[in-house]
């Protein structure tokens, strides 16, 4: 079972990266996200990935993209355990940007080349 920071807090964290980065001081986050001052400590101190948020680490919201867009592309389970499928469209795009040597359509010399790729889409994907 989810946790009030699993279901309320967790799902903020970009957010909460981006209102920091604007230059709100961290004293300010914790009505910003409707908690008390002794909660965010505690929050501070069991959650790491929260507590890194109030560090000025420059790549935080990076790294929250790159899993978010990860998680994606493979497919995982949701909060209420319904499991969502591979997004295609997240994987070529980590694939181009990750193995560009592999999966860009271009070469390096500068001539198109046409990559065939079979996509086994399942249905609900097939629907859309």
Known sequence: MRNKYQNLIEPRLPELAGFLDAGNPPERAAEWLGISPATLKRYRKQYPEFDRLFHGDENICDDMVEAALLRRATGYEDSSG????????AAVFWLRNRRPKRWNNCSSSGNSRETVVNIQLNKVENDL
């Open 82 to 89: 319904k499991e969502i499928a591979p997004d295609v469209r």
